[in-house]
């Protein structure tokens, strides 16, 4: 499923749905969906910092298609308030690399399968955003551009699409790309980060006291693990994904 998103890069614009393409399905779909269904869309707002919480409270309450259900909820508290408001959508704060959003979210969809979910970051870290998708999320918004995307991504998800802002569009587009693949082990993590800090091989073999043909037996089985093919490529990964500062 391509997201409802605007793609900067000329990487991201091979997708197979132009935004034209994607904006026409999206208002058919939510055309069709409120002329059956006259009700309000309840969304529940996990979020743990009270002034992001009446910001996007505010932004929903323009909106005559939703509604905010129950009082907003700190992250803990999001499943028993799910349990209790029976929510159509959820939108769950993952603005930190090790919030707990991802658990939440995972624990959301375990316990309601049918509720979707809108995630907003802060970072755009490729691992994140693919470890997102394999859960189900279908929204992912840039928390920076929640003001004017927040609205776009419920309307998407309200309809089981998915929606992905600008500001995340080259992560998502390398992340659905990259194979599901197993975790690397802690001597490939180790090689991996190696080599993209420029390290030459004979540093990394001296300093890992293993020998060049052992090392390049790793650095081969991280690279098909990620379905990478070049030094350049597992560098570009390094960055992407927050492993060193490009």
Request: charged letters at 25%; one cysteine or more; a negative charge.
């Amino acid at each position: 499923m391509e997201p409802h998103v605007n793609r900067p890069s000329p990487a991201a614009m091979n997708a197979s749905f132009s935004q034209l393409d994607c904006e026409s399905l999206l208002s058919r779909d939510l055309d069709t969906a409120r002329a059956a269904d006259l009700t309000k869309t309840r969304v529940l707002l996990a979020e743990d910092h009270v002034l992001v919480r009446h910001g996007m409270q505010s932004l929903i309450a323009e909106d005559r298609h939703y509604e905010v259900a129950g009082e907003p909820v700190g992250g803990p508290d999001a499943l028993e308030a799910a349990r209790q408001t029976n929510p159509d959508l959820v939108v769950i704060d993952c603005s930190h690399p090790r919030a707990r959003g991802l658990s939440l979210a995972r624990q959301m969809k375990e316990a309601f399968p049918r509720l979707e979910i809108v995630l907003f970051l802060s970072f755009n870290l490729e691992s994140v955003i693919h470890e997102a998708i394999e859960i189900g999320v279908l929204g992912l918004v840039l928390k920076s551009e929640l003001e004017n995307h927040l609205l776009a991504a419920l309307d998407a998800a309200s309809v089981r699409r998915r929606y992905v802002s600008p500001g995340l569009a080259d992560a998502w587009y390398y992340a659905t790309r990259r194979k599901c693949t197993p975790s690397l082990t802690r001597r490939e993590h180790e090689v991996v980060l190696l080599i993209a800090e420029g390290n030459t091989y004979d540093e990394i073999s001296q300093r890992l006291e293993i020998s060049k043909v052992t090392l390049n037996v790793y650095r081969t089985n991280a690279m098909t693990k990620l379905g990478l093919t070049s030094t350049a490529d597992l560098v570009r990964y390094a960055v992407r994904n927050d492993l060193i500062i490009a």
